[in-house]
């Protein structure tokens, strides 16, 4: 367990990436909120998992508990998140673009915005850094290793406040991976989604940043 001051995290959709990152930051010591559009009475089997750091809440009031919150859910769905109690909050983002699951987006489709700014759109005043989108989820659960491992692997982030990206870097860092800054929500985020090379790449740090074109 980390050392580090706890944080309340809430986290909106807790399937293969949520859950894996609620079991993580559990471990680490901070305290979760975890939420899904179902309802809290379907989250007990996984708070009983979580153990004493976590609980179970609607969707609103994890996204009002956390410092900071995740939301992990079919980016087709983000229009049903409320906006309230986010304004300044650290909020990662770690949803694709997969129209067949999602439906056609025609912003996305003609690139003249990213999922992560879409999501900004829906909570105004969040500070979003997008992360979390380009690793596999059995990854992500499973291949966590301690600072300094040559066998490291490392994850791109993006966000337009670099406070919020430091937090969220610390964040993954503690973990078990390295975090690399890729840039803006704009330009990092177009750099790091479905079908560029970091996305889904097996790299450490410094191999990341040469996919990142850094
Ligand atoms: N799987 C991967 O390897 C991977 C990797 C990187 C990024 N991603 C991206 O990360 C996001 C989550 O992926 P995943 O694989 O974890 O998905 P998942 O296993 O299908 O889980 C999605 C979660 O979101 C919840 N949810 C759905 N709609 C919701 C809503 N309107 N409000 C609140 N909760 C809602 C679901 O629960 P209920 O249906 O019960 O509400 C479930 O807990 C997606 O955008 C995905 O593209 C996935």
Known sequence: MSDSTPVRIGIVGVG???GALARHFVAAGHE???ANSRGPETLVDLVAELGERAHAATVAEALRFGE?????IPLGRIGELPADGVAGKVVIDTNNYYPGRDGQIAALDDD???????????LPGARIVKAFNAIYASWLAERGLPAGDPARLAIPISGDDAEAKRIVAALIDEIGFDAVDAGTLAVGGRKHQPDTP??????????LRGLLGL
């Open 16 to 18: 293969n990436i949520g």
């Open 32 to 34: 979760v909120a975890v």
């Open 68 to 72: 900071v919150d995740v939301v992990s």
């Open 112 to 122: 003249s915005t990213t999922s992560s700014e879409l999501l900004a759109v829906q």
């Open 198 to 207: 970091p996305y889904g790449a097996e790299a450490g740090a410094a191999e």
